[in-house]
């Protein structure tokens, strides 16, 4: 195997971190917290719009922990999320020692089925545990059914944190992903849109509720000449040298988010004429997709399979990887409640997503082209 490997989704960097990273040396400022925290706080702030408050964090998962936190949820407590995820959607739940209750997708947009929902929330309730939060996804950037889920929210009383670390730059009817619920998280891994090196923010429309999360991120300090604490706290404050990166990478998120939808046609143009394979797309004007990673679904036929393809890219030192397997199939949380049938486990069992770095080049594309047409035995 001699071809460079081509990975999913490696951050392309815009090269002025360097100078905001220099500053937080210069300035000697490399703890949590500092001005290029605060710059980049605002940077997100004036990129969301919405009226919104950030609190830039070390993490997605620290942003949905602080969130289920400033909800007021305790152990015992039930909290729906949906199944078909990554991980660290539903762990910070078991954090609080409350109980997951993880639901279906639905098949249009991968997310939470909205008819599934309301079934949940009346069985809990039947149950005498009704649910004291929702977790939604907005999964590889496609917008969940935010009408349908948040009425469903709204009826029963019930604040929906909405899981946006996938999603920075997409968008439901005009309006930007991370805004809509009582919370947004953000994600900026190193293979997100764009990334602090690790880092998330919490996204509140209350300015009450960021500084409360910024408290509960240094370490739940009191006002006082001496350290005192009276509630527990947290080391979850983004540093000063991560944020200088993201203050950079602000400077290119905008051109990110068109060359991934650039990468989303190069697929749809490859598989345009394989009946087996469907690219996941925006299903109305209503959803406009950030496409974080392209993904595909394929029937099973002429003895090509998910495994098959993935196995073929990967002899050409191309990776590519299965969707998130379902919550609910997880050995750490298959002991917990779950409703509807089995539409994120086929997806599962059928996706695959495919190298979608905003730094894949047209050799590179070339490569993945010609990987496909010679397993499809498509003529050029």
């Known amino acids: 195997m001699t071809d460079k490997r081509i990975f999913l989704s490696l951050p392309q960097l815009s090269g002025e971190e360097q100078k905001y990273i220099q500053k937080a040396l210069d300035d000697n400022w490399i703890t949590s917290g500092g001005p ?14 919405d009226d919104v408050s950030v609190a830039a964090l070390n993490s997605g ?5 602080l969130a289920l936190i400033l909800l007021g949820i305790k152990a015992e407590d039930e909290v729906i999320c949906q199944s078909m995820t990554f991980s660290a959607s539903a762990n910070p ?15 249009e947009t991968w997310n939470i089925c909205p008819e599934t ?23 590889y950037g496609m917008p969940y059914k935010v009408d349908e889920v948040h009425a469903i929210a709204d009826k029963y009383g019930i604040p929906v944190i909405e899981d946006s670390a996938e999603a920075l730059g997409s968008h439901y009817k ?48 009191d006002e006082a000449i001496h350290y005192q604490h009276s509630e527990i706290g947290y080391n979850y404050r983004m540093s000063n040298v991560c944020a200088g990166i993201g203050r950079g990478q602000m400077k290119i998120l905008n051109s990110n988010l068109k060359v991934k939808k650039q990468i989303h046609d190069f697929y749809v143009s490859i598989f345009k004429d394989i009946k087996e394979i469907t690219v996941f797309e925006n299903i109305n004007q ?9 993904t595909i679904l394929i029937e099973p036929g002429l003895n090509i399979n998910r495994a098959v393809l993935l196995q073929a890219f990967e002899e050409k030192n191309i990776e590519s990887r299965p969707l998130w397997k379902p919550m609910h199939l997880q050995p750490l949380f298959s002991q917990y409640p779950y409703y509807g049938s089995t539409v994120s486990e086929d997806l599962f069992e059928k996706g695959l997503c495919l190298p979608s770095g ?13 990987v496909v047409n010679k397993l499809f035995q498509v003529q050029e």
């Open 174 to 221: 005009g309006k930007k992903c991370g805004t809509f619920g009582a919370f947004g998280i953000f994600s900026f891994n190193g293979n997100k849109i764009i990334t602090t090196s690790s880092g998330g923010a919490l996204i509140t429309h209350s300015k009450d509720f960021k500084e409360k999360a910024i408290f509960y991120a240094t370490q739940s300090r």
């Open 61 to 65: 998962t620290s942003a949905i922990h």
């Open 286 to 294: 209503d959803y406009d997709s950030n496409y974080w990673l392209t």
């Open 358 to 370: 905003t730094s894949l080049n047209s050799a590179e594309k070339e490569r993945i082209r010609e």
């Open 117 to 139: 929902l309301e079934i949940a929330i009346k069985d809990r309730i039947a149950k005498g545990k009704k649910p004291k939060a929702i977790i939604a996804v907005h999964l």
């Open 36 to 49: 290029n925290v605060n710059d980049f706080e605002n940077d997100l702030q004036e990129f969301l719009q």
């Open 93 to 107: 739940i078991l954090y609080q020692n409350a109980t997951p209750v993880f639901i279906d997708s639905e098949a």
